[in-house]
T-cell receptor, first 116, second 113 residues
Framework: GAGVSQTPSNKVTEKGKYVELRCDPISGHTALYWYRQSLGQGPEFLIYFQGTGAADDSGLPNDRFFAVRPEGSVSTLKIQRTERGDSAVYLC??????????????FGPGTRLTVL | AQSVTQLGSHVSVSEGALVLLRCNYSSSVPPYLFWYVQYPNQGLQLLLKYTSAATLVKGINGFEAEFKKSETSFHLTKPSAHMSDAAEYFCAVRKFGNEKLTFGTGTRLTIIP
């Protein structure tokens, strides 16, 4: 079956602009996660959704970052007034459920965001 | 807060040689532990995971890892490296009752023909 997909694969924008990054999880997966991977670093947690609600948004760096999942499937990560430091690969993952040892997160290929 | 330390940002081994990638975690309670592999321009793929069922965990592509509580380690090994193993490898932890993964900084594995 299809895996997690993310669009666009690459996004170049100018400082101060607004961007939206989209994630399509695996069908039937109730949990969805966003991570950010800066150059030379491991992925860092941003936010995760259980259904439509954000269950944990403790990783969002500031109020310029916002994410939604209105129907419990597709999610959009929104970044306002982008800064050069926002340049990174934004990864999305989904899992069938949450909790317990069997919860496996499946990752998409990422969106590479470059802020000029 | 939990953290993960991967010793060696770059590791090179000859084809056919043993692969050893190191991972240490800091946690008062053993968490769930994971190894992921990332090939160029691809998403992270789960290699294996420790969930307290067994200390020696076997994963895909011939990789395995051993959980050692006394050393707070979860090193990844493969007896014989293959050219296709060249990639970046990430160790990650997840605390009980918490869904977010905390990743190490990664180890880039190069295979020498």
């Amino acid at each position: 079956g299809a895996g997690v997909s993310q669009t666009p694969s690459n996004k170049v924008t100018e400082k101060g602009k607004y961007v939206e990054l989209r994630c399509d999880p695996i069908s039937g997966h109730t949990a969805l996660y966003w991570y950010r991977q800066s150059l030379g670093q491991g992925p860092e947690f941003l936010i995760y959704f259980q259904g439509t609600g954000a269950a944990d948004d403790s990783g969002l760096p500031n109020d310029r970052f916002f994410a939604v999942r209105p129907e419990g499937s597709v999610s959009t990560l929104k970044i306002q007034r982008t800064e050069r430091g926002d340049s990174a690969v934004y990864l999305c993952a989904s899992s069938l459920s949450v909790g317990g040892a069997l919860n496996e997160q499946f990752f998409g290929p990422g969106t590479r965001l470059t802020v000029l | 807060a939990q953290s993960v330390t991967q010793l060696g940002s770059h590791v090179s081994v000859s084809e056919g040689a043993l692969v050893l990638l190191r991972c240490n975690y800091s946690s008062s309670v053993p968490p769930y532990l994971f190894w992921y592999v990332q090939y160029p321009n691809q998403g992270l793929q789960l290699l294996l995971k420790y969930t307290s069922a067994a200390t020696l965990v076997k994963g895909i592509n011939g990789f395995e890892a051993e959980f050692k509580k006394s050393e707070t380690s979860f090193h990844l090994t493969k007896p014989s490296a293959h050219m296709s193993d060249a990639a970046e490898y990430f160790c990650a932890v997840r605390k009980f009752g918490n869904e977010k993964l905390t990743f190490g900084t990664g180890t880039r594995l190069t295979i020498i023909p």
